[in-house]
């Protein structure tokens, strides 16, 4: 059976032009069947590489088309972290200006301070210690103008900073802020002592007998050695005599509590008043007395008429400041006017 397949025979017939001979030729079938399977597999490779190279086309195209797409956000992504680190750098620049106008702002205020302290008659130095410490740190020196300059220039000035000017000026602007932060702690610390002291002096003020008790300021008599206006002897006197009116008013000359009011036939109708640091003041020959004992008394009030009353010559005031008990030169105290002079 198998020698009779292979055993058949095809023929093929070429035939060409009508004056040519025909050529025939004689093929097994084994042979034919062969020849068909070669171009069926031809025919399938064909179709399976067309197949895979049109997929693969597409995956491309695909492909193609995702790289685009992130392209554009990747540019997009660029554009605004740009955009970012500009603002980031004109801040940093605003924030390094805001730091030289603090540093400016905090040596006004130390000058303020020291203009405070020279007003109230305070001493100097603990503020100049102050400034020393500002000026003795390097990073607290006034900024490299030049880079400022270069770095103004970003957002398309003529010279655009480079990005280690932009890091430069960024570092030297924190480091000004840590500064500062420590200038403002101090200048806190020291401006709240200064407020203390002010104010401690300020009562020392109130309570130190520098008004004039009388409007007028005509001294009559001094304090110390004089001809008695009675015996016309030489005698001491304890006090300051202020020529005046009758009835004119008669001030306390610090803030006190009066001690003690009376009358005799020396110092007339008198008034003590007692202030601090054992220090009392004494005010004679009044025509009225207007406060009483253990009044609280403040500086500038009035608290009674001139007068001559008791041992005296003519209506004037006899003031007398006693400390610890002793009368002492009451001129230099004598220093404020009252208020509505
Ligand atoms: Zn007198």
Not at 120 to 143: F, I, Q, R, W, Y
Not at 271 to 285: A, C, F
Request: charge should be neutral; include cysteine.
């Amino acid at each position: 059976m198998k020698l009779k397949w292979k055993a058949k025979k095809l023929t093929l017939v070429i035939i060409p032009d009508a004056n040519q001979s025909v050529v025939r030729f004689r093929i097994p079938h084994l042979f034919a069947y062969i020849a068909a399977a070669c171009f069926a597999l031809l025919l399938l490779i064909t179709t399976i590489t067309y197949v895979l190279h049109s997929h693969t086309l597409k995956q491309a195209s695909e492909l193609q088309s995702k790289l685009t797409g992130a392209n554009q956000q990747w540019s997009a992504t660029l554009t605004s972290k740009d955009k970012a680190i500009e603002q980031l750098q004109n801040e940093v620049i605003q924030l390094s200006q805001q730091a030289e106008q603090m540093k400016t702002q905090v040596e006004e205020m130390k000058k303020f301070e020291d203009d405070l302290k020279t007003i109230a008659g305070l001493d100097l130095n603990t503020t100049g210690k102050a400034v020393a410490s500002t000026e003795s740190g390097a990073v607290s020196g006034p900024p490299d103008e030049t880079t400022l300059d270069a770095v103004s220039g970003i957002g398309g000035g003529p010279n655009p900073a480079s990005q280690e000017d932009i890091i430069e000026l960024g570092e030297r602007t924190l480091a000004s802020f840590t500064v500062l932060n420590s200038e403002v702690k101090e200048l806190q610390t020291s401006l709240t002592e200064t407020k203390q002291k002010v104010a401690d002096k300020q009562h020392l003020l109130q309570i130190t007998p520098t008004l004039w008790p009388t409007t007028t300021k005509l001294v009559t008599s001094t304090f110390g050695y004089r001809t008695d206006p009675f015996t016309h002897r030489p005698s001491f006197h304890s006090g300051i005599d202020f020529g005046a009116k009758a009835n004119d008013p008669v001030y306390a000359t610090a803030d006190g509590k009066v001690v003690s009011t009376g009358t005799d036939i020396y110092h007339g109708n008198n008034i003590v008043i007692e202030h601090s640091k054992g220090l009392r003041t004494w005010y004679m020959h009044l025509n009225k007395i207007m406060v009483n004992k253990g009044d609280t008394i403040v500086k500038g009030n009035q608290i009674g008429l001139v007068g001559s009353t008791g041992r005296s010559t003519g209506p004037h005031l006899h003031y007398e400041v006693l400390k610890n008990g002793e009368s002492i030169d009451p001129k230099p105290y004598l220093k404020a006017m009252r208020k509505d002079e």
